[in-house]
């Protein structure tokens, strides 16, 4: 396995993992804090960086059927979230290839 780099965000709001407090998106990134994660509130973003993403599997969420991935942090493992990658429904395809970030899994970092 060979050395992880990680890519540092600039801006006025950085988040990062609650954890090791690796960048993982900025504020201007952010589409919506009404979003519900496994754990509590969650955030969605149109991306996030240093993540590595899951193998694909088909949930069943309080919006419909979605196939989503898994994230977990680059540097720790620690799950953050995960990715949408299909939405069976067509009120939700603004969803795909956006990411849920949990709210409880996420620090400020500046």
Same mark, same amino acid.
């Given at each position: 396995?060979?050395?992880?780099y990680r890519r540092y965000?600039a &801006? !006025?709001r950085i988040?990062?993992?609650?954890?090791?407090?690796t %960048?993982?998106?900025t504020?201007h990134?952010? @589409?919506?804090?009404a979003?519900?994660?496994q754990?509590?509130?969650?955030y969605l973003f149109?991306?996030v960086?240093?993540v590595?993403? &899951? !193998?694909?599997?088909?949930?069943?969420?309080t919006?419909?059927? %979605?196939t989503?991935r898994?994230?977990?942090? @680059?540097?720790c493992?620690?799950?953050?979230g995960?990715?949408y990658?299909?939405?069976y429904?067509?009120?939700?395809?603004?969803?795909e &290839?956006?990411?849920?970030l949990?709210?409880?899994?996420?620090v400020?970092?500046q």
């Open positions: 396995m060979g050395m992880k965000l &801006g !006025e988040y990062g993992c609650s954890k090791c407090k %960048h993982l998106a504020i990134s952010m @589409i919506s804090r979003f519900n994660g754990h509590g509130r969650a149109e991306g960086v240093n590595v993403e &899951g !193998e694909p599997n088909d949930r069943l969420m919006t419909g059927n %979605h989503v898994d994230i977990y942090c @680059i540097k493992a620690t799950t953050l995960w990715k990658d299909r939405a429904e067509a009120s939700q395809r603004y969803k &290839g956006k990411y849920i949990e709210r409880n899994l996420l400020d970092v």
